[in-house]
């Protein structure tokens, strides 16, 4: 990828930027007639990739309400701007009670925007919510938080990925992973980054073993090519299901290292190995490691890291 990856105007844990170009390798020589996710997220990727005809759905229907508005243009660049530069200056003025009551405000009658506030003001930039479906991270404690040069950024951010939706046949929608998985058909490509099992799970609803397990019987007998995004193994322990799932000769596993940003200190971010899993051959990214290479390369990335 030879420019910059489009940056959404909202933070997810497991946000794959950093992915970006190895997911579009994956997908180049593939003619798909629609791409399809049932676990969108951010978007980072189709928005990087840009596929002319895309089904994109989440279980988090305050995100597929952010990208609905800016599709629907009741969102823009400008409306962004104003609302951050009057919230920003009642936030510097009244510190985090006010944070506090905009959460308050958003869990009684969300609106995009107090989302987006919220989302870019809260501790390390978490997305997640309780089991009641209400957001509960607290406040980052920086109430100078929207100095002018921050929300030019998330209002060019806004810009960006509103030329790229105007530009293409996306529908967004709020849907369960199964039920989106059973609306690929033939001919579509689908990428699939589910919550990490054992990772963190709590960015809108629950991750079990039995959705793991769901998940996997469904992309096993899906008519069309797929993509998936898991984590393959850090320092400390192995993901087991990579190999548990993914062993057959059809599939081929794909890896990447990566530093995983998710941790209140810099001590609780660690390298990782992060898989790709495809259901059909791609050329230009590297097979997985056997495990007696795994652990030194393991070693070797935790110390380019302490180097950086």
């Known amino acids: 990828m030879s420019r910059p990856p489009l940056v959404p105007p909202i933070k997810c844990q497991g946000i794959k930027t950093k992915l970006v170009e190895d997911i579009q390798q994956l997908a180049q020589g593939r003619a798909s007639a629609r791409w399809v996710e049932p676990f969108c997220g951010s978007c980072v990727v189709p928005l990087n990739l840009q596929p002319p005809k895309a089904l994109l759905c989440d279980s988090n229907l305050h995100i597929i309400n952010l990208y609905r508005d800016i599709q629907q243009h009741k969102l823009d660049a400008v409306i962004v701007r104003d609302f951050l530069v009057a919230q920003g200056a009642t936030l510097l003025a009244r510190g985090e009670e006010y944070f506090y009551e905009v959460r308050e405000r958003f869990n009684s009658t969300p609106t995009s925007l107090d989302f987006l506030f919220l989302n870019r003001s809260c501790f390390n930039g978490v997305m997640r919510f309780n089991k009641k479906g209400r957001f509960n991270v607290p406040f980052c404690r920086k109430p100078e938080r929207f100095a002018p040069a921050y929300i030019t950024k998330i209002s060019n951010q806004v810009t960006s990925i509103a030329k790229v939706i105007s530009n293409s046949d996306w529908e967004?929608?709020?849907?369960?992973?199964?039920?989106?998985?059973?609306?690929?058909?033939?001919?579509?490509?689908?990428?699939?980054?589910?919550?990490?099992?054992?990772?963190?799970?709590?960015?809108?609803?629950?991750?079990?073993?039995?959705d793991e397990s769901n998940l996997s019987e469904m992309l096993v007998v899906l008519p069309c090519g797929f993509i998936l995004s898991t984590w393959h193994s850090n320092e400390f322990r192995t993901n087991l299901t990579v190999k548990k799932n993914w062993?057959?000769?059809?599939?081929?596993?794909?890896?990447?290292?990566?530093?995983?940003?998710?941790?209140?200190?810099e001590d609780l971010r660690h390298p990782m190995i992060e898989a790709l899993v495809t259901n059909f051959p791609a050329e230009h990214l590297p097979l997985v490691a056997k495990s007696s290479q795994q652990s030194l390369l393991l070693r070797e990335e935790a110390k380019a890291y302490v180097a950086v």
């Open 247 to 265: 062993s057959a000769d059809r599939f081929h596993v794909f890896t990447k290292s990566h530093f995983y940003h998710v941790g209140s200190s």
């Open 172 to 210: 967004f929608r709020v849907a369960d992973f199964k039920e989106t998985l059973r609306a690929a058909s033939h001919g579509d490509l689908v990428y699939v980054d589910p919550p990490y099992a054992g990772r963190h799970v709590d960015y809108f609803n629950r991750w079990t073993d039995r």
